[in-house]
């Protein structure tokens, strides 16, 4: 067997554990819905393994979503396309493109931080790269980039929307573990705008090399005086994200209620500006349904699965496996590297959260690793799975807004997939990079 029969009560693996795992990959590899694999093979594994009644199923399609901390995913997806669909998003691209017009590579700077801006009120990768690809990938081309790269350059910048507060990737883990969402949002917040700065060095340093973008020549009162104008003209923009991060830093709003207060203002800044309309809230409502009925029923089946492998004391086994590897704490903060690495590779981040947090949090308590660092360092690492292939969600988003080839994008996002790496080992082996923003009772 894999792994032995322990002391703390952990059962030998068998068939009964291997049969529901080999169900599972197949069924993902088949391109069934990850929240149908996800229940067959916990279903399989309680009527194999008898370790719990099968009714739990039933009880945890229920109990797995029935908490208030979820109502903020829909409202967040909600606030991002009432954003883009009242043009305010494109006030934080005019914005970005006024701080960065003087340097060289401006507007492709710009483009990462309107990424990283439009990251701080949707949360969603996906939403991200759709939004800030059909905005700036055509004028990164007309300013010297080739498309492929431009492609990877709005992937890589969209990977800020699990990494950015507010972040549903960490609304799903302070669930999963029993985590607060707001605690998890403040230790995020400059491992985020560490990323969000590797990125923008990246794009410096490869426009720099290859000559894609020349600098606009402003001397600094005329860079100051067109960034004034700018703000003047947008600033009602930036009410959205100042309302989230103001309620939630200062514990005046709890995630759900900074994304309902955002989605309010939202609208009411569409209607004010005549860019909204009631005949709009159908479309609105439909789109915002669809993917919050991608990540709700993962979270419903996973709660099953988890309580039957607990059971079993796989979580426990892994431990025991992986400490009988190393004893090193840094060497088996490297496998756990690998294994999100790897696993955001092929699997989106909702179920990588649901199926691998419960298993290596046991790991990173048996090293001594902050709860929260565990947190901040498993979103990170799950980030990169975003530009990286076989599934790389954000390459097939900006691939299928231009009709670019998935291959020569990844080609093209290798320096940002080496610059995210380096910050997943920097908050990995240097937890102050995490808790630097949490009262001393969490550090």
Not at 302 to 315: R, T, Y
Not at 368 to 394: E, K, R, S, W, Y
Request: charged letters at 10%.
């Amino acid at each position: 067997m894999l792994w032995q029969q322990m002391e703390q009560g952990a059962v030998a693996l068998d068939w009964t554990f291997y049969l529901p795992v080999l169900v599972f990959v197949l069924l993902v590899a088949l391109a069934v819905p990850v929240w149908v694999a996800i229940g067959s093979a916990a279903v399989l594994l309680l009527l194999t393994s008898q370790v719990l009644p099968l009714s739990l199923v039933g009880e945890g399609l229920f109990s797995g979503i029935d908490h208030f901390a979820l109502t903020a995913i829909p409202l967040f997806i909600l606030t991002g396309d009432v954003l883009v669909r009242t043009g305010l998003s494109r006030k934080f691209l005019d914005v970005a493109e006024a701080l960065t017009n003087w340097t060289r590579g401006g507007f492709g700077s710009a483009t990462v931080l309107v990424c990283g801006m439009f990251s701080a009120i949707s949360g969603s990768d996906a939403a991200g790269a759709a939004a800030v690809g059909r905005m700036t990938i055509n004028r990164l081309v007309e300013s010297g980039y080739p498309r492929p790269y431009a492609c990877a350059l709005v992937a890589a910048g969209a990977c800020t929307g699990i990494l950015i507060p507010p972040s549903i990737a960490y609304i799903v883990i302070g669930l999963v573990l029993g985590i607060s969402a707001s605690t998890l949002f403040q230790a995020a917040l400059i491992p985020g705008v560490i990323i969000l700065g590797s990125i923008l060095l990246t794009n410096t340093i490869v426009n720099r090399r290859h000559a894609y973008e020349q600098g606009n020549a402003l001397s600094f009162g005329e860079w100051l005086a067109n960034l004034g104008r700018t703000i003047a003209q947008g600033w009602y923009a930036f009410i959205v994200p100042g309302v989230i991060f103001w309620g939630i830093f200062s514990g005046r709003l709890t995630p759900t209620e900074a994304g309902a207060t955002a989605v309010t203002i939202t609208i009411i800044l569409g209607f004010i500006l005549g860019t909204l309309r009631l005949s709009d809230f159908p479309s609105m409502m439909v789109s915002s349904a669809k993917v919050n009925g991608v990540i709700v029923p993962i979270i419903a089946m996973s709660l099953p699965l988890s309580q039957a492998l607990s059971a079993m004391g796989v979580p426990q086994g892994f431990v025991y496996t992986m400490t009988s590897l190393s004893s090193e704490p840094w060497v088996m903060i490297l496998c756990m590297i690998a294994i999100l690495i790897l696993a955001g590779c092929v699997m989106e981040t909702t179920p990588n959260i649901v199926i691998l947090a419960p298993l290596l949090k046991p790991l990173a308590d048996s090293i001594g690793m902050n709860d929260i660092q565990f947190c901040v360092m498993m979103i990170t690492a799950l980030g990169v799975g975003f530009i990286t292939p076989p599934l790389g969600l954000n390459l097939f988003v900006v691939g299928g807004l231009t009709g670019e080839s998935i291959l020569r994008i990844s080609a093209r996002a290798v320096p940002f997939v080496l610059c995210m790496l380096i910050v997943v080992l920097l908050i990995a082996y240097l937890p102050v990079v995490s808790t630097l923003m949490l009262p001393d009772n969490l550090k």
